[in-house]
């Protein structure tokens, strides 16, 4: 290949995302600035209406990541302290994280071929041990769980479920969105995910009063009102200058994003069918595509990595390690089994570049990459 066409295919693309955002965020920072109020004002409420509407939950409560939009989801979920919290292995470490935070003790079970936690083997399970108080599942790489199947688990084990909803921002299934059926959610806007921001933030999405208004309180040094601690809250505040700029600039192009989103997924899926690479996918709903991992079957997968990274294209893991292998976690949690499916995947995994600022040219010159470096 001629060295001037030679291009490289990013895994994401936050300076073509500026060019597309930067006159409504000026305009919003602007905006701030001229209000003279910085911190807890009419931003992040506004924000969080509008954030609330989108997603279809009653609250949505804005704090300063995703880590801390979960810690503080499983404080307010009326679960008993130190109990055991049923979660995937296949997962950012925050959502360990989370959990040991909240003073609960993680359990992790095994996931099928789509990534995300077997339901089999979680009411396997939750049948042999009934210390497990609440379930965190993970819709990971944006597909979403089946939230019919956990709601029975729910009802017929008698756990809570918090959602870790950090990579499904516009994920449906069985009519609705990801975040709904357990009694509180976290979702995070890094600035790699679906709605993500110049800067670190995340929300808690919720359908209960009382839990809203807890949370509020929690990410504010657990402030009742001004100068009264009611509890031992954290100070996990999304600032007025972030709620401005998801608000004006990012959220009124996240449908349009996710459409591209579908759109080159949609061409990946047909490209590599018959093929070695398997895209790692649930059967069910409606993915919101956050990433596009895939699996190489019948070759080493680092080698075809190599071969991939060699035409420019920048690939991405997710997770190259299971969250009970992280050195942090070390005598912490309890694993069931062996956690083969995941550990597979951890060995495996392949992201490819899936971003809505990707035109036509790059997503065909990753799939001829691919292509290339399984022949
Ligand atoms: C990004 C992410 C988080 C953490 O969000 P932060 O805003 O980075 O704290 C948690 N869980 C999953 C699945 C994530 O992808």
Redesign the pocket.
Known sequence: MPETTFRRVLANDFSRQWEIIREAALEAVDRVGRSGWLVLGEEVREFEKQLAAWWGTNYAVGV???????EIALRCARIPAGARVLTTPL??F??TL?ILRAGLEPVWCDVDQSGNLDLDHIELTLRNDREIKAILP???YGHPMDPCALERLADDHDVIIIE?C??SAGAERAGRPTGVTGVAA?????P??NLGGLG???ALLTNDPEIAEQASRLRDYGQSARYRHTELGLNSRLDELQAAILRSALLPRLDAWLARRHAIAERYVEAFDGTRIRPIMATGGCSAH?LFPVEVLEMDPTAVAERIACQGVVLGR?YPVVCPDQPAARGLGETIGSLEVARRLANNEISLPLHPHLDDHEVEAVINACLEAIT
């Open positions: 300063a990541s995703g880590l801390d939009a979960l997962t950012a925050a959502t989370a993970v819709h990971l870790d950090a990579q976290g979702t995070s806007f890094y790699t995910k670190d933030g995340g956050h997710h």
